[in-house]
């Protein structure tokens, strides 16, 4: 079954404004990842949180988790032209057996 | 350099043929991954294996095989059961955490 559902919204956004995307996911995990790709790419990984986790930062990224709601958000303050990617988030199953789901993805398009 | 290579970067495939693209890593991870990215569909997991000579099924795993002989490699073949091949495919390996992704395969059928 597919997890790490994210809004699969475009987001259009201004330079220096901040970007919020949020995923859900259904079953027990282990973590939640955050990854990033650029058009015809692979995908490069940006923060990983563990369930026992709340927030993390990681320069201008923010992440957040509620298991209690199976949900996360990722936000990127200050955004710059080069932010303009598809974000996804991916979960890893709790049960240890390194599956990584993956989310649709949502498209961020920040303009210079 | 450390990495995960996929090659090749763009392949064409004729109707009723099996082709199998490649996947490589010197990170000495353990675990591989193989994705299908169609527009708007995100990433759907096609197979994935732990460890050397072990693999599972994952979401859409009908038409494709794959085989773990080295832990370096993880070849997948897109059989002609695979009625609707044409996509992006992405290879990444992981020792438990984050993944490493390759650049990807674009499969064209023609």
């Known amino acids: 079954s597919q997890q790490g559902e994210e809004d699969p919204q475009a987001l259009s956004i201004q330079e220096g404004e901040n970007a919020t995307m949020n995923c859900s996911y259904k079953?027990?995990?282990?973590?939640l990842q955050w990854y990033r790709q650029n058009s015809g790419r692979g995908l490069v990984h940006l923060i990983l949180?563990?369930?026992?986790?709340r927030e993390k930062h990681s320069g201008r990224l923010r992440v957040t988790l509620d298991t209690s709601k199976k949900s996360s958000s990722l936000l990127i303050t200050a955004s710059r032209a080069a932010d303009t990617a598809s974000y996804f988030c991916?979960?890893?199953?709790?049960?240890?057996?390194?599956?990584?789901?993956f989310g649709k993805g949502n498209q961020v398009v920040v303009i210079p | 350099d450390g990495g995960i290579t996929q090659s090749p970067k763009y392949l064409f495939r004729k109707e009723g043929q099996n082709v199998t693209l490649s996947c490589e890593q010197n990170l000495n991870h353990d675990a591989m991954y193989w994705y299908r990215q169609d527009p708007g569909q995100g990433l759907r997991l096609i197979y994935y294996?732990?460890?050397?000579?072990?693999?599972q099924k994952g979401d859409i795993a009908e038409g494709y095989s794959v085989s773990r002989e080295k832990k370096e490699s993880f070849p997948l073949t897109v059989t002609s059961a695979q009625k609707n091949p044409t996509a992006f495919y992405l290879c990444?390996?992981?020792?438990?955490?984050?993944?490493?992704f390759g650049q990807g395969t674009r499969l064209t059928v023609v």
């Open positions: 990444a390996s992981s020792s438990g955490g984050a993944a490493f």
């Open positions: 079953t027990s995990i282990n973590n």
């Open positions: 294996s732990q460890i050397v000579n072990d693999f």
């Open positions: 991916a979960t890893a199953e709790y049960y240890g057996n390194n599956r990584l789901a």
């Open positions: 949180i563990r369930s026992n986790e």
